[in-house]
């Protein structure tokens, strides 16, 4: 039903900004009542939360990525948004989208490499 689509550079510069797009079909992001996430899996790792976006606007960050990071909406494209500044490699990851705890995109490989 509701599904959920990562997209954006796979290649970001180290110092510089990945940015990602999550687009939704199947459901609004306004009006749905369910938290919209990012989160990520780096190499060998486990699943990390970065922060998500509520269906009225809020923002929740992982305090450990916080000060760098900032989720956004684009309610006329039914899209929201990932930044995550000033990347290192150890920001290499594969980035999900999800919504609550049933819905995942697949997930984008990110690396951060010169």
């Known amino acids: 039903q509701v599904q959920l689509q990562e997209s954006g550079p796979g290649l970001v510069k180290p110092s510089q900004t990945l940015s990602l797009i999550c687009t939704v079909s199947?459901?609004?992001?306004?009006?749905?009542?369910?938290?919209w996430s990012w989160f990520r899996r780096p190499p060998g790792k486990g699943l990390e939360w970065i922060g998500r976006?509520?269906?009225?606007?809020?923002?929740y960050y992982s305090p450990a990525l916080k000060s760098r990071t900032s989720i956004s909406r684009d309610t006329s494209k039914n899209q929201f948004s990932l930044q995550l500044r000033f990347v290192t490699p150890e920001d290499t990851a594969v980035y999900y989208c999800?919504?609550?705890?049933?819905?995942w995109g697949q997930g984008t490989q990110v690396t951060v490499s010169s």
């Open positions: 199947g459901a609004s992001i306004t009006t749905i009542w369910s938290p």
């Open positions: 976006i509520t269906y009225a606007g809020t923002t």
């Open positions: 999800a919504r609550g705890v049933g819905d």
